[in-house]
């Protein structure tokens, strides 16, 4: 399966530091709309918190793919909120 990082630029996603301070922007930004900013930061703190010590690549991989598609659904929700668009598709019965 190949990775979703691709979606994002490179300096971010390869670096995982990077990824965390993104991770943390999004959180501040959501959690300063939605008035529960500390709650929000602290779940992006101790996901990365919880897997700091990780060694196996792969499940790095996979850590670092579930953090940018959280990054890529926010921006996806940010720019149908900003353009009135919907951008994902959505099935109806």
């Avoid at 979606?7 to 971010?12: I, S, T, V, Y």
């Avoid at 010590?53 to 929700?77: C, S, V, W």
């Avoid at 720019?79 to 919907?86: F, L, N, V, W």
């Amino acid at each position: 399966m190949p990775s979703l990082q691709t979606a994002l630029p490179p300096e971010l996603a390869n670096n995982a530091i990077r990824l965390y301070r993104e991770c943390l922007r999004r959180a501040k930004y959501i959690g300063q709309k939605q008035y529960n900013t500390e709650l929000l930061v602290d779940m992006v703190r101790q996901q990365f918190k919880k897997h700091m010590q990780e060694t196996d690549p792969e499940k790095i991989q996979k850590f670092k793919d579930d953090a940018a598609r959280g990054l890529i659904n926010h921006m996806l929700y940010e720019s149908e909120a900003m353009s009135g668009r919907k951008f994902s598709k959505s099935s109806e019965f």
